[in-house]
């Protein structure tokens, strides 16, 4: 059986027996009663200590779009065509993110959830994996 | 911060174009197309401030031998798509801080085409040192970000595609008035037009993307006593830089820290405050402005958070043409980042130029009539944004 990696370290728990869905890792400011993602060095209002809080698996979709093509102007580059997203929180926190999908299946508002959206493999075979979202299916 | 007597005495493009063209012949055509404009030799010039960020770090200070060795302080100026704006924000702080009595910014930035052939750095690169590693964190394909905000004001206020695009061809269409812009449609470019190039990401097609290609611009800043010698000899009339205001992003609730390409929209509106306030007008003052339109949502947005109208009213200004030249309050005028193109360090320069231009009422073509005030505004990735005010005195 394959196993998932995170790509980076970081940014995301791996689901585990406890959690079947990966979750972000943020930062909670005390001070301000705010949570932020990525994690950050320090409360950008207060600037008192941060410390490291998973965050919610569901959210709800800010905005989206469908990049078709790498071409910016004249630019050109590869990739496929995929989906880029912004995610609200419950905590306040909006995530910039990869949308699994494609164009047509997102409204802004609908409800999202967490998932692993594989990269690459390493020299062992292992599944790096980063996070991103997909809309919310019967089930979840 | 308000300025006191600062004044640009000169300016000075190279055509901004996708051809591979030395960056070491556009800086050097720029600047001294700036001089001559000023009537003025380099030695009279205290300070360079160079803008650049394609080329080597000594680049900027090995350029400035071609205008001569004079002993002038040279600076490499880096700020993303605000490098032009910061440059010029940096010689117009030091004629206004006393500490040189004439200051030169100068932009230039190598084409991709000219990239590919010499290498560089390219946009956004080197940003993997940040982080020891590609990461999740790299800045955004802009025309995946932009799109984010053109869905989302899609969503609130019902703008429509065809706004979008008629942005986009009003630009297309100054351009065709300007001789140093990058795009130079041989025909009136229309919305079906626009909307019918590529999709590159939904909203966006490939004819509501900025430009990217090479070039270079240049403004002279002097004292009031040099402006007045100079527009004794010139017969240019005074232009007077009121203000110049650089902000970084402050929090906001959902503020987006992954990835940014610039940061909340209410950067501009905080920025433009304090500009209207230093500078002792508000935007019923101004006759014209430049935005950083890198897509035709950001020009949209801009006209509300630049106070131009209300906030959700800027779709209607779009369909009044009150933007365009001949309108209430042009934008862009000439073809700004979509039709003038965006080659980075010269960007910001180049809306200097064009405002210098019309100030003096010697924009040819696409003259705005009776132009006193401008304001030119640009955002710089990561991100910041500065305004300045510019007054024919």
Redesign the interface.
Known sequence: MTTKLA??DG?FHLPDAEHPRPRLIGSYSADADEH???R?KRC??TFGPVEDRPLSTEGVL??????????????TGGGEPHG???V?LPE??????RLLGA?GDWE?GMPMVLDLLPVTTDDDGNELC??CFRAKREGD | MALDDVYVIGVGMHRISGEPIPVRDMAYEAGVNALRDAGIEFDAVESLYNGYITGAPMMGVTLAKDFGLTGASVTHVENASATGSSAFREAALSVGGGHARCAMALGFDASPAAMMQGGGRGMGGGFASMFGRPSVESVLLPAAFFALWAVRRMHEAGTTVETYAAIAAKNWNHARLNPYAQRQADHDVTVEEVLASTMIAYPHTSMMAAAVGGGAACAIVADRAMAEQVRDATGHPLVRVLTSQLQSERYTPGHVFMGAVVGPPELTRSTSTAAYEAAGVGPADLDLVHVHDAFPVEELLYYELLGICGDGEGDKLVAEGATSIGGRIPFSTDGGLIGRGHPVGPTGLAQIWDTVQQLRGEAGARQVEGARTGLAHMMGAGSVCVIHILQRA
């Open positions: 790509l980076e940014y932020f993602f990525p950050r950008p209002i800010y905005s989206w779009t469908w990049l078709q093509t790498m071409k910016y102007g004249t630019m880029i997203g912004q609200d306040g926190v909006r995530v910039q993110t164009m802004i980063t996070y």
